[in-house]
């Protein structure tokens, strides 16, 4: 049971190229989240998705886009890379939506030069 | 939007000693709070939640009590061991919105 798996677990980008994250849930969970992490910030709501085929907006959504492929995949796009960028990017998921624990994967380390 | 606030951002304590961390919350509509520990390089693990209809739950070695007056909360680690050495995060939710503190990084000194 793998739970919550992203790919890639590294990378680098240049300024201005564009990648996308992906994420997919082994657990039937309804609920799909991307969160960013910064050093003394905690964890940052990027995007979420409550159910399959809808999405919204978190607390900081500006320069990223997202689509929930089906109810296990949810990704996460850069369309143009910036140095601010540069984050350890988390997906989770949860039963359903709100107030429910979420599980998390353990994470895309992404370098923006 | 919801603001959660953690302290201390560091703490150190002797194996088998206690460990109190400490976490605030603005927005009284917030009703599910979880605490959540990291390893490094791996992903938040959830360890314990409470929600707004609860005021104190335990397991095993860990409690977290919620004053929703106050709108605080806390976790409470006793008897801590080597391997409860981590980051610690809280967290507070409305619906899908959670807000997450700024990490408590906890040592346990053998």
């Known amino acids: 049971n793998a739970g919550v798996t992203q790919t890639p677990k590294f990378q680098v980008l240049k300024t201005g190229q564009s990648m996308t994250l992906q994420c997919a849930q082994d657990?039937?969970?309804?609920?799909m989240y991307w969160y960013r992490q910064d050093p003394g910030m905690g964890l940052r709501l990027i995007y979420y998705s409550a159910s399959e085929g809808t999405t919204d907006k978190g607390e900081v959504p500006n320069g990223y886009n997202v689509s929930r492929l089906n109810k296990r995949e949810f990704s996460l796009r850069l369309e143009s890379a910036a140095p601010s960028q540069t984050s350890v990017y988390f997906c989770?998921?949860?039963?359903?939506?709100?107030?429910?624990?979420?599980?998390f994967g353990d994470g895309t380390r992404l370098s923006i030069l | 939007g919801e603001n959660v606030e953690q302290h201390p951002s560091t703490l150190s304590v002797q194996e088998g000693d206690s460990a109190v961390i400490k976490c605030t919350y603005s927005?009284?509509?917030?009703?599910?709070f979880p605490w959540y520990k990291q390893e490094l390089g791996k992903g938040p693990q959830l360890i314990i939640d409470i929600r707004s209809n609860v005021g104190e739950k335990k397991d095993q070695r860990i409690a977290v009590t919620l004053n929703k007056t106050a709108k605080h909360f806390s976790l409470h680690i006793t008897e801590t061991q080597p391997e409860d050495s981590a980051v610690y995060f809280c967290?507070?939710?409305?619906?899908?919105?959670?807000?997450f503190g700024a990490g408590t990084r906890l040592t346990v000194k053998p």
């Open positions: 927005d009284s509509a917030s009703n599910y």
């Open positions: 657990m039937n969970h309804n609920s």
């Open positions: 967290a507070a939710s409305i619906g899908m919105d959670m807000r």
């Open positions: 989770a998921s949860s039963e359903e939506a709100g107030g429910q624990p979420q599980h």
